[in-house]
T-cell receptor
């Protein structure tokens, strides 16, 4: 069965510091991997996704993630945090069996950015 | 503008009452989904539909029902059998097929009186 683990339910960084949000997955088949961001009382917005090809994926708002098959990881990074990055971030893996596009989400990581 | 709309933004349910959450999309997507979000638990799949007049149970379907009579619409009914309905409900849609991006609506917060 596929699953997603996000290490750290809360991460706090200073403005301008590196952001690193960790995501590990388990999957018996090549995974499709996603990072979404959620601002308070809003829906989820796609940051980036990995399907096939280049393992370093660039997304919106300066975020990127690297798919590492040997480590079963898909960590999200941003070189310099901005106050507007404060939000909750979700990693997800797609259960593609039978052509269905069902997502399994991690529990989320809340990012706080301090001045 | 293309997108997904959910209504109402807030919904209050009385004991023993069924309530229906609306989800509409104009993205021409075949697939639609309902998720429940509770603090610290991420999103859990309630129901999904790949095509009109067809839908499947997700991981936590008990106490919920859906219909898919039109491509654009996928309403969710929270029945009185759902004993703990207080949560944030999110609707999403996508093109059919594994690995396709799911696009989310703004959500409905359901509270019990």
């Amino acid at each position: 069965a596929q699953s997603v683990t996000q290490l750290g339910s809360h991460v706090s960084v200073s403005e301008g510091a590196l952001v690193l949000l960790r995501c590990n997955y388990s999957s018996s088949v090549p995974p499709y991997l996603f990072w979404y961001v959620q601002y308070p009382n809003q829906g989820l917005q796609l940051l980036l996704k990995y399907t096939t090809g280049a393992t370093l994926v660039k997304g919106i708002n300066g975020f990127e993630a690297e798919f590492k098959k040997s480590e079963t990881s898909f960590h999200l990074t941003k070189p310099s945090a901005h106050m507007s990055d404060a939000a909750e971030y979700f990693c997800a893996v797609s259960r593609g069996a039978g052509g269905y596009n069902k997502l399994i989400f991690g529990a989320g990581t809340r990012l706080a950015v301090h001045p | 503008d293309g997108g997904i709309t959910q209504s109402p933004k807030y919904l209050f349910r009385k004991e023993g009452q069924n309530v229906t959450l609306s989800c509409e999309q104009n993205l021409n997507h075949d697939a639609m989904y309902w998720y429940r979000q509770d603090p610290g638990q991420g999103l859990r799949l309630i129901y999904y539909s790949q095509i009109v007049n067809d839908f499947q149970k997700g991981d936590i379907a008990e106490g919920y029902s859906v219909s898919r009579e039109k491509k654009e619409s996928f309403p969710l009914t929270v029945t009185s059998a759902q004993k703990n309905p207080t949560a944030f409900y999110l609707c999403a849609s996508s093109v059919r097929g594994a690995g396709e991006t799911q696009y989310f609506g703004p959500g409905t917060r359901l509270l019990v009186l």
